[in-house]
């Protein structure tokens, strides 16, 4: 997403660091301008807010996994019993 010769730039101000091989875009209201097909300049205000993750349950993940285990290792015994 650039044009010209800074990579990041959009004729504004700077959206990402270090490079456009490895992005990480920065944080807040940045005014963009861009070229229109029918000649003149198009202004653009992006937004970028960090976005909150909820964080994985990873106790509960492996708990229910586990038992889901014995489970299925129980139904297995169970037709191994009866053959």
Known sequence: ???????GRLFGATLFTPDAANPTFLT??????????KG??????LT????????????STLALFGTG???????AQSRYRRA
Do not use: C, K, Q
Not at 1 to 7: E, I, V
Not at 40 to 45: E, I, K, N, R
Not at 48 to 59: G, N, R, V
């Open 40 to 45: 003149g300049v198009l202004d653009y205000v």
């Open 28 to 37: 807040g209201t940045f005014d963009l301008d861009a070229f229109s097909l």
């Open 69 to 75: 285990l014995v489970g299925l290792i129980r139904f």
């Open 48 to 59: 970028i807010s960090p976005e909150t993750t909820a964080p994985t349950p990873e106790p």
């Open 1 to 7: 997403m650039s044009l010209g010769l800074n990579p």
